[in-house]
């Protein structure tokens, strides 16, 4: 990826969401938190919200989120066996908006879903929600650009119905 927002050629499925995300976030800046605590109330306020649950419904309601070492070279995200969900975000590095709305994503497509179109979908409804139009259309037009294979598409789009 270059300054300039634009992608080499993507590999695969991950490749082209990473692409995407950073390609939007060049063209609309999305929120940065500036302290841990911050992450916590937003998770607390997105998941008690009736969007949350009305729109996934089969994601965990709690999340937490935990500190990853700066040295870490991503953030993830899991669910553990009593269905909690766990937010792992790299310490001071993935404090933006676009970070936790990815771990997020993997929690509401569910986490065997890895980067294909049931995340990307759940990516599109976040955005959309949590980041706003201009940013969905930001990442939705990445997509297009990123995604060579036109594989993946953006769920969020009031053109096109959810998937039941």
């Not at 609309?28 to 992450?39: D, H």
């Not at 997105?46 to 989120?65: C, K, R």
């Not at 070279?73 to 936790?100: K, M, N, Q, Y």
């Not at 929690?107 to 759940?122: I, K």
Request: proline letters at 5%; hydrophobic letters at 40%.
């Amino acid at each position: 990826m270059t300054a300039a927002g634009s992608c080499t050629h993507a590999r695969d499925d991950a490749d082209v969401v990473a692409c995407a995300e950073r390609r939007a976030c060049v063209q609309v800046p999305l929120r940065r938190f500036a302290r841990f605590t911050e992450i916590e109330q937003y998770l607390d306020r997105l998941l008690s919200s009736a969007w949350w649950g009305d729109t996934f419904p089969g994601a965990p309601l709690e999340v937490v989120p935990e500190r990853r070492s700066h040295n870490a070279t991503f953030s993830a995200a899991a669910c553990r066996p009593d269905g909690t969900g766990v937010v792992w975000i790299v310490d001071g590095h993935g404090w933006g908006l676009e970070t936790v709305l990815h771990e997020l994503a993997h929690l509401a497509a569910g986490t065997g879903a890895a980067h294909g179109s049931y995340f990307v979908e759940a990516l599109g409804e976040l955005w959309r929600h949590e980041a706003g139009v201009f940013a969905w259309a930001a990442l939705e037009s990445a997509f297009t650009t990123c995604d060579h294979r036109g594989a993946l598409r953006l769920g969020g789009s009031p053109r096109r119905p959810r998937r039941p």
